[in-house]
């Protein structure tokens, strides 16, 4: 009985040995691949090859007209907002608590006033 059990052990330790070594016996003989060379420096930007200066110019007055109608939108829809709240707030006592819709009013005239403050800074 001990001679089979030795033999087991010693032919799965073989074994696992085996597995063991097997990816790195492997890994040795997958080639190894160089990566692609790059491209030449003076072929450049293929965007900048294919526009004119004409067509760039047209096209940033066109995001600027864009852009300056989304801006006096939102400055008319400011307006119309404050107004709202400031009707609203001559109606109500001062000395009682705001409601709620009066905080959720300031939140949004908040909101868009950062949004038309961001809009500037990047015109």
């Known amino acids: 009985?001990?001679?089979?059990?030795?033999?087991?052990?010693?032919?799965?330790?073989?074994?696992?040995?085996?597995?063991?070594?097997?990816?790195?016996?492997?890994?040795?003989?997958?080639?190894?691949?160089?990566?692609?060379?790059?491209?030449?420096?003076?072929?450049?930007?293929?965007?900048?090859?294919?526009?004119?200066?004409?067509a760039d110019a047209a096209a940033k007055r066109t995001l600027l007209l864009k852009n300056e109608k989304e801006f006096r939108e939102g400055v008319e829809r400011l307006y119309e907002l404050t107004s709202a709240l400031r009707d609203e707030l001559q109606k109500t006592a001062t000395t009682d608590v705001f409601s709620l819709h009066i905080v959720k009013q300031t939140q949004e005239i908040e909101k868009l006033a950062k949004l038309l403050r961001s809009k500037a800074k990047s015109a």
């Open 1 to 54: 009985m001990r001679e089979s059990r030795r033999a087991f052990v010693m032919s799965v330790a073989a074994a696992a040995s085996a597995l063991a070594t097997m990816p790195t016996m492997l890994c040795a003989q997958r080639p190894i691949i160089p990566p692609p060379p790059p491209e030449p420096a003076e072929k450049g930007n293929p965007a900048d090859v294919h526009s004119s200066p004409a």
